[in-house]
């Protein structure tokens, strides 16, 4: 199993500001996975983060408005950028999910005024 | 991998077996059938998996038709703490990719 600590767990922004949400996993591993959870609605994938390599970003997620960073093989962080009302979701990082279970973050509740 | 559908609410009692449907008619061969829950304002919670045979662990049974077309999630006896969105999801092993692709689901509403 895997552990992951998320932070923050959830914040109130300035829209036109960037928030960087981090994610720790307790063991190392290879691929970390960034979700968002409009209201209401399921997750979506914005990237799959790979230590020591560019992220591999979804249809619809750009580079410039979700940068990623993969220091080392237990965190990584997505950051948010240039925020507007329609950002305000929950943001998820996930690991596993290849032969094995997945195990998910709590989240990073997003609300942008 | 193959698309699932799943009925959008259902409510059980407490105390009562709560069977939640899942229907995958595009499956291929390899491909195995997850379920995750959500429960509000968590991080998604694996429940269970299965390729073929009927799968039981510690928090449910999973029951897959042997066409493998469509399965079961079954929780024995719900609790209010079950409630929850379920997630069916149908899916290769992968050691490259193990990001998952998330439907719509099923909001479980276990009452009293």
């Known amino acids: 199993s895997a552990v992951i600590s998320q932070k923050p767990s959830r914040d109130i922004c300035q829209r036109g500001t960037s928030l960087t949400i981090q994610c720790q996993v307790d063991?190392?591993?290879?691929?970390m996975f960034w979700y968002r959870q409009q209201p209401g609605q399921s997750l979506t994938l914005i990237a799959t983060a790979n230590q020591g390599s560019e992220a591999t970003y979804e249809s619809g997620f750009v580079i410039d408005k979700f940068p990623i960073s993969r220091p080392n093989l237990t965190f990584s962080t997505l950051t948010v950028s240039n925020m507007s009302p329609e950002d305000s979701s929950i943001y998820l990082c996930?690991?596993?999910?290849?032969?094995?279970?997945?195990?998910f973050g709590q989240g990073t509740r997003l609300t942008v005024v | 991998d193959a698309k699932t559908t799943q009925p959008p609410s259902m409510d059980c009692a407490e105390g009562r077996a709560a069977n939640l449907p899942c229907n995958h008619s595009t499956i291929s061969g390899n491909e195995y059938v997850y379920w995750y829950r959500q429960i509000h304002s968590q991080g998604p919670q694996y429940i269970i998996h299965g390729l073929k045979n009927n799968e039981t662990n510690e928090m449910a049974s999973l029951i897959i038709t042997e066409d493998r077309k469509s399965s079961t999630l079954i929780l024995p006896h719900a609790t209010l703490r079950d409630t929850a969105v379920y997630y069916c999801?149908?899916?290769?092993?992968?050691?490259?990719?193990?990001?998952?692709?998330f439907g719509k689901g099923t909001k479980l509403s276990v009452k009293p």
């Open positions: 063991s190392q591993v290879t691929m």
């Open positions: 996930s690991v596993g999910g290849g032969r094995t279970e997945a195990f």
């Open positions: 999801i149908v899916r290769f092993l992968s050691g490259s990719q193990g990001n998952l692709i």
